[in-house]
């Protein structure tokens, strides 16, 4: 299988290949969440203290949510504030999500993904220069191409922790 970072034949040059990046990180995390049982998409390591691998695909979904949001230059819609959120809960830690199939979370942030890429086909390489507000509590700025970049990064980031749950569970089992 050839991977490249060439883009969509819809989307600008520059924008094509940084959805490309977006896209190929999916397509990896739905390669290596794919087949885990229910009671191994909730588990949260040993003594329970970590994030699960539903809690992680939650918030994966929710943050590229939030920048497809600013890259439209609209806010989150209420629906989906209430569906999918909050960032963090009232104890700063990443929501509860518990069991929720596996194909419902990646169905959902396969929804996500759509979007952003229906958003991508509607933007030029000198959109990517827009600055847009991020952050939960301390607004940051950021350029929209800094966003499709982080989107890329955050994805392999979490697919890292992803990785040492399923070596803990298969240990545990």
Known sequence: MLHDLKGEDNMSPMVGMLY???????????????GMSQEEIDYKGYNSEFNSTAQLLRHLLYVDLNWVYRIKGEPLPQTFIEEYGPMIDEHNKLPMVNGIPWQRLISQYEGVLQMLKDSCEQLTDDDLDRIVLFGHENEKQATIRWGLWHMADHSRYHQAHINQLRKWYNQQN
């Open 20 to 34: 490309s990046a977006v896209k190929e990180n999916s397509e990896r995390l739905q390669y290596i969440t794919e």
